[in-house]
C-alpha cells in the first residue's frame, strides 16, 4: 500500500513515515522542499521512498503528487492556513484523505463543505484522526449504542495533564485557546455560554478545573448521533503549561500569557 504523506518533512508527518516503514507500507513524502523531504526519508529508514515536490498553491501538482497513492494523510499544520488546499487536490485525485488537525473552525468547514465533493469522488475525507478527536467520537456512539433512552447531552472532555507539544501543536493550540468557544446546543453551533467548572475523573483527589474548548467531537458528534447537546471541556487551572515559543527568552510569555518559568 503507498501512503502519500502531505507534510512529511515536519515533527508529526516524519513520525508517520516512520510508521509507515515499520509496518512495510510504502510512504511517498509530499512538500515544499525536497532537501529536507530526502532527510527525513534516510533518517527513518526509507532512503528509497519516492519525494514529491508540490506548492500548496498548485492543486494540479498535489493532485498529481497523489494519484497514485492508495491514500493521503495531511500532517501539515496550521490547517486553517494550509489545509484546505491538500484537500481539494485529493478529492481532485480521487484518493481517500484524514488529516491530524484539532483546530476546530476548520474541521468544521472541511466537514460541511467537502462532503458532497467527497461523495461525488468515492472517496472518505476525514479530518481529526487524533488523540483527542477519533477516541471521544467513537467512546460516545459506543456508549449511546447501549442506553435505552434518548442522549440529553454529550460532554467530551480532555483531561490530560500537561506535557511536550511539538512546534506546530503548539501554534495550533495557542490559536484555538484565543478564539471564542463553540458548542452545539439546540441541535446548532453557537458560541458556548458556560464558563470554568469542574468535573470529577476516576483517580483524582479533588475535582479537574475545565473550560469550554470546541474539541473534534463537537463537530463530528452531532453528525451521527441524535442529541440536542454537545460540549467539549479541557483541564485547566495552574497546571495548564505555559508553552514558550521559539525566539522567547526566559520568563517570557507563551501562547495562553501566563509567564514561563525560568
Avoid at 148 to 156: G, K, S
Avoid at 206 to 212: F, G, H, Q, R
Wanted: proline share 8%; net charge neutral; glycine share 8%.
Amino acid at each position: 500500500m503507498r501512503i502519500a504523506v502531505h507534510g512529511a518533512s515536519g515533527f508529526t508527518g516524519s513520525l508517520i513515515v516512520a510508521e509507515l516503514a515499520r509496518r512495510d507500507l510504502s510512504p511517498i513524502l509530499v512538500g515544499r522542499d525536497e532537501a529536507r523531504l530526502r532527510a527525513v526519508a534516510a533518517r527513518t529508514g526509507v532512503p528509497d521512498a519516492e519525494i514529491r515536490v508540490a506548492a500548496l498553491d498548485d492543486t494540479a501538482a498535489l493532485a498529481a503528487a497523489f494519484a497514485d497513492s492508495d491514500a493521503v494523510v495531511n500532517a501539515a499544520g496550521p490547517f486553517t492556513l494550509w489545509g484546505e488546499p491538500v484537500v481539494r487536490a485529493a478529492i481532485a485525485a480521487r484518493r481517500h484523505y484524514i488529516d491530524t488537525t484539532g483546530e476546530p473552525g476548520y474541521l468544521h468547514t472541511i466537514l460541511s463543505t467537502y462532503d458532497e465533493p467527497a461523495k461525488q469522488a468515492g472517496v472518505a475525507v476525514v479530518p481529526a484522526v487524533t488523540d483527542d478527536g477519533v477516541p471521544g467520537d467513537l467512546i460516545a456512539a459506543l456508549t449511546a449504542a447501549r442506553l435505552d433512552a434518548p442522549l440529553r447531552e454529550v460532554r467530551v472532555a480532555d483531561l490530560r495533564r500537561p506535557g511536550a507539544a511539538s512546534r506546530g501543536t503548539a501554534r495550533s493550540m495557542a490559536a484555538i485557546a484565543v478564539l471564542d468557544q463553540v458548542e452545539y446546543r439546540d441541535r446548532t453551533w453557537q458560541s458556548a455560554n458556560a464558563s470554568a467548572t469542574t468535573l470529577d475523573e476516576p483517580g483524582e483527589p479533588d475535582p479537574v478545573s475545565v473550560t469550554p474548548l470546541a474539541l473534534p467531537g463537537v463537530y463530528t458528534i452531532p453528525r451521527h448521533l441524535d442529541t440536542p447537546i454537545v460540549r467539549g471541556r479541557w483541564r485547566s487551572g495552574p497546571e495548564r503549561p505555559c508553552r514558550r515559543r521559539t525566539g522567547d527568552a526566559p520568563g517570557g510569555r507563551g501562547p495562553w500569557g501566563r509567564p514561563c518559568r525560568r
